[in-house]
T-cell receptor, first 118, second 110 residues
């Protein structure tokens, strides 16, 4: 249990276009999901906290109008990178909290999405 | 906000030796400390975690210690194997939100 999927696993797009990444909790309901960005050989940097039914909370320095997050259901959060530029190329990973099974802060990570902007 | 420092950034050991990675955190409200192993291009994999009301936890070859007063926690891997080679991240968590260390690249030489 506690499986998180992401789609797509990789995407290549042209500069100026928008890309949507989906994060799904497959066997549990996730009221809270997180979106991270990871550049090569670097750590995971939290971009935003996605809460079902409410607006996402963005970390300092992350442009909310550029990285649109929607958490419309208890099993799906989406991250849309708008007007993507080459510097947005990165590994985007989501995670979800499973508070159904345990009252812990254990995060379950998706497999990540490799975004390349040409 | 929380600040997590992790050392060393790289660690090379001989197969069978032990490896120790250390992290410090700044926010005394953090109460959950997971450790992740990440292989290239893959998701972080939880390998062990510890809560602030516990000082030590062990799972086979892996152990974690926590000194809440000093705000530091450590990962210990004994009898290392080549398949332990990966990047390891520590994290400090408060109310579900985690701050990650910069990672340690562990190389286990056969």
């Amino acid at each position: 249990g506690a499986v998180v999927s992401q789609h797509p696993s990789w995407v290549i797009c042209k500069s100026g276009t928008s890309v949507k990444i989906e994060c799904r909790s497959l066997d549990f309901q996730a009221t809270t999901m997180f979106w991270y960005r990871q550049f090569p050989k670097q750590s995971l940097m939290l971009m935003a906290t996605s809460n079902e039914g409410s607006k996402a909370t963005y970390e300092q320095g992350v442009e909310k109008d550029k990285f649109l997050i929607n958490h419309a259901s208890l099993t799906l959060s989406t991250l849309t990178v708008t007007s993507a530029h080459p510097e947005d190329s990165s590994f985007y990973i989501c995670s979800a909290l499973n508070r159904e099974r345990e009252s812990t802060d254990t995060q379950y990570f998706g497999p990540g999405t490799r975004l390349t902007v040409l | 906000g929380e600040n997590v420092e992790q050392h060393p950034s790289t660690l090379s050991v001989q197969e069978g030796d032990s490896a120790v990675i250390k992290c410090t955190y700044s926010d005394s409200a953090s109460n959950y400390f997971p450790w992740y192993k990440q292989e290239l291009g893959k998701r972080p994999q939880l390998i062990i975690d510890i809560r602030s009301n516990v000082g030590e936890k062990k799972d086979q070859r892996i152990a974690v210690t926590l000194n809440k007063t000093a705000k530091h926690f450590s990962l210990h891997i004994t009898e290392t194997q080549p398949e332990d080679s990966a990047v390891y991240f520590c994290a400090a968590t408060n109310a579900g939100k985690s701050t990650f260390g910069d990672g340690t690249t562990l190389t286990v030489k056969p």
